[in-house]
């Protein structure tokens, strides 16, 4: 059974007036769709990184984080993708999203006003306390990283 939804309040800000609100592609995508809000199309040529505003700022409940991440499409048939992936709004964050796309492809890629440019995933994020000490439980892996556990 679902859990009871998390209100996440937004003001869209005057330059996103005419564009729709973060939302879900179908009914049960985990992601909301955010839109560019740039007045002028934006040229993102192979390697180049831009940031792209939304118009949206977000009112994120405490104990919640939004994260941007990247758009399948997007990243398969061009190569754009998220470079801080995934992207980190803090609860207390009340500036305007943007997001950072950058061109991993071979061509360069035009963004649109209204383009459909990452997904906005509201997840949980629990207290956490940092307690320091001498030494920490061993398990079977142990300090092996990057790798140690097998290619596929």
């Known amino acids: 059974m679902a859990e009871a939804p998390v209100t996440v309040r937004v003001v869209r ?9 973060p939302e879900a592609a179908s009914v049960h995508s ?19 990184r831009a940031r792209v505003p939304t118009g949206l700022v977000l009112e994120i ?17 061009h190569g754009v993708t998220v470079a801080n992936s995934p992207g980190t709004i803090d609860s207390d964050y009340r500036g305007e999203v ?15 006003r209204g ?3 990452a997904q906005l995933v509201i997840s949980a994020v629990p207290t956490v306390n940092v307690v320091e000490v001498s030494a920490v439980d061993g398990t079977d892996r142990g300090g092996g990283g990057f790798g140690s556990t097998g290619l596929s």
């Open 13 to 21: 800000l005057a330059h996103a007036a005419d564009l729709r609100l």
């Open 30 to 48: 985990a992601g909301l769709d955010v839109r560019a809000a740039n007045d002028n199309d934006i040229d993102l040529d192979p390697g180049a």
């Open 61 to 77: 409940p405490h104990g919640w984080e939004g994260q941007v991440r990247p758009r399948s499409g997007l990243a398969a048939r």
């Open 98 to 112: 943007q997001v950072l796309l950058v061109n991993l492809g071979r061509e360069p890629f035009t963004i649109r």
């Open 115 to 117: 383009d459909r440019i």
